[in-house]
C-alpha cells in the first residue's frame, strides 16, 4: 500500500513539473526570451501598437513627445523578445499601417479581449496607457474620447473604470494649467541642459529623459497610478520645458 501511495505521488510529481512553464509566469523574474516568428497581430505586443497607433492618430497630428513615447515602446516591446530587432521593425510596420484607418479598431480590440480575457487588470492597464498618449499633448479632443471609448467598451472595460481614469487625466493637466508658467532658465534645469546649448544637443537631452521617464506598459513595473501621478507628470514637464525652449530658440 505504502509502496502504490509513493507511485501515485511520484505520477502526479512528475507532470506537474512537466507541465509548469516558469517563463509564463511574470511574478518569477528570470531572463528568458521568447522567439517570436508568427504573426504579431495574433499577438499582445503587435495588437497594442495598432491601438497606440489608432488614439495617436485620432486628432490628426503626431507631437513630438507622442513620437517619443512610441519610439520607446517600440523598444520596450522589442527587448522582450530573443528576436528583438526584427520584432521592433515589424512593430513599426504595423503603427504605420494601423494609422491609416480606423475601419477595423474593434476587430483589433477583440483579438486582444480574446488574449486577455481572464485579465481584467492588465486591459485596464493598457487602457491607462491610450489614455495616457490621448492626453500627453495636454488637449483631449473630442476624437481622442471617441476612439478611446470605442475601444474601453471593445475591451469589456467598466464604464465607471473608463470615467475614472479620464477624471484623474483631466484634474491633472488642470491643475498643471493653473501653476505658475515655467521660465526659460527652469526649462533647461528641467532638461538638464546650459542656455548656451544648440537646440541638437537639447533635443538629444530632451529624448534621453523620455527614455528614462517613459513607462513600461509590458513588464507592468508599479502600481497603475504610478503611471498618471509620476511617469505622466515628469513627461508633461519634459514637453513643456522642451517647447518653451524651441519658442525661444533664435538659431
Do not use: W
Not at 505586443?45 to 507622442?66: F, N, P, Q, R, Y
Not at 484607418?101 to 483579438?111: A, L, M, R
Not at 483631449?140 to 481614469?165: C, G, H, P, R, V
Not at 508633461?236 to 522642451?242: F, R, V
Request: charge should be negative; proline fraction near 0%; glycine fraction near 4%.
Amino acid at each position: 500500500m505504502k509502496l502504490l501511495v509513493l507511485l501515485i505521488i511520484g505520477i502526479v510529481l512528475f507532470f506537474i513539473a512537466r507541465n509548469y512553464k516558469t517563463e509564463k509566469y511574470e511574478n518569477i523574474k528570470l531572463n528568458i526570451k521568447e522567439k517570436f516568428e508568427g504573426d504579431l497581430y495574433n499577438h499582445e505586443a503587435g495588437l497594442l501598437i495598432a491601438l497606440m497607433a489608432k488614439v495617436s492618430k485620432a486628432d490628426g497630428t503626431v507631437c513630438e513627445l507622442e513620437a517619443e513615447l512610441l519610439k520607446h515602446t517600440f523598444t520596450d516591446i522589442s527587448s522582450h523578445f530573443e528576436n528583438h530587432e526584427e520584432i521592433r521593425e515589424k512593430l513599426k510596420k504595423i503603427y504605420n499601417n494601423e494609422k491609416e484607418s480606423f475601419d477595423n479598431t474593434i476587430v483589433v480590440c477583440e483579438k486582444l479581449l480574446k488574449i486577455t480575457k481572464s485579465d481584467y487588470s492588465k486591459r485596464l492597464k493598457i487602457m491607462e496607457y491610450l489614455i495616457n498618449l490621448a492626453f500627453i499633448d495636454s488637449d483631449f479632443s473630442d476624437a481622442e474620447y471617441m476612439i478611446t471609448e470605442d475601444i474601453a467598451n471593445a475591451l469589456q472595460i467598466k464604464k465607471a473604470d473608463f470615467d475614472k481614469i479620464i477624471n484623474a487625466f483631466k484634474s491633472f493637466y488642470e491643475n498643471q494649467a493653473n501653476n505658475t508658467a515655467v521660465t526659460l532658465e527652469d526649462a533647461y534645469k528641467t532638461l538638464g541642459a546650459n542656455e548656451d546649448d544648440d537646440m541638437g544637443t537639447v533635443k538629444k537631452k530632451y529624448r534621453e529623459l523620455v527614455k528614462k521617464h517613459h513607462p513600461d506598459i509590458v513588464t507592468g513595473q508599479g502600481a497603475s497610478e504610478s503611471i498618471i501621478e509620476e511617469a505622466t507628470k515628469k513627461l508633461q514637464e519634459l514637453n513643456e520645458a522642451y517647447e518653451l525652449i524651441k519658442k525661444n530658440n533664435k538659431s
